[in-house]
């Protein structure tokens, strides 16, 4: 329900900065599956920060799923 879909935002955010770049492709799976667009956008936001430095390239396919 909407409780469990905003603590899976609130979790995903508090995590963001910590997780291992070899796990952001899968976070942001997650984070994009997050049905209460409050909670997606709050974990979406936490991770734009850990895309920044990546090539544009390497992004799309991330972006365009």
């Known amino acids: 329900g ?3 879909e905003d603590a899976r935002g ?3 955010a508090d995590l963001a900065r910590y997780l291992p770049e070899a796990l ?4 942001l799976l997650v984070a994009r599956a997050i049905e209460g667009p409050e909670s997606r956008s ?3 936001a ?4 850990r895309f ?6 390497a992004l799309y396919p991330l972006w365009s799923e």
């Open 24 to 27: 952001l492709d899968e976070a």
């Open 52 to 57: 920044e430095h990546m090539p544009r390239a």
């Open 46 to 49: 936490a991770l734009v920060p």
């Open 42 to 44: 709050t974990a979406m």
């Open 10 to 12: 609130a979790t995903l």
């Open 2 to 4: 909407g409780d469990d």
